[in-house]
């Protein structure tokens, strides 16, 4: 069975094939720091589950929004996108919590969050923590990991 391990502190997403390390990717969680608070901008701990996926056939950089692809594809970039604007790209790992009143249900529910697994422009900034809650990833490594999870997979975040 797939797993996704996300550490916040390595900044690091690891795939495991039952206890048997399969892939590892930097990753870039939340700039504010780890929470499961609603409207906190923080990544949500915990074990949680891949329950949709968006992106099939979108090339490297294809820009979403509200998991629809726009048509747009973005460069990636070293730095900061000046405008501000945090753009998910070319593949969308959407989570759903699995922990009752820890990121699931109230004001702690990852999925009406919208947290995903997913690409970003910003790609000079993987390995540090930068995003508003998701996991990033280059657009590369999520295409990468993208094909090799299903729907189900479960996902821990600590």
Do not use: W
């Amino acid at each position: 069975m797939m797993r996704i391990v996300v550490e916040i502190a390595a900044q690091r997403l690891t795939l495991y094939q039952g206890t048997d390390p399969v892939r590892s990717y930097p990753c870039s969680t939340s700039r504010y720091g780890a929470g499961c608070q609603e409207g906190s901008n923080r990544t949500p701990i915990g074990f949680h589950e891949v329950v949709e996926k968006y992106g099939d056939g979108v090339p490297l950089g294809g820009v979403f929004v509200s998991r629809v692809y726009t048509g747009e594809i973005v460069p990636p970039c070293l730095e900061k996108i000046p405008s501000g604007q945090d753009l998910i790209t070319t593949r969308i790992l959407r989570l759903r919590g699995v922990q009752p009143g820890i990121n699931q249900g109230g004001k702690v529910d990852s999925y009406r969050r919208y947290i995903y697994i997913h690409g970003t422009p910003e790609e000079g900034l993987i390995g540090t923590p930068a995003s508003h809650g998701c996991i990033r990833m280059t657009n590369a490594d999520v295409a990468d990991l993208y094909e090799r999870v299903p729907i189900g997979t479960q996902v821990e975040i600590f």
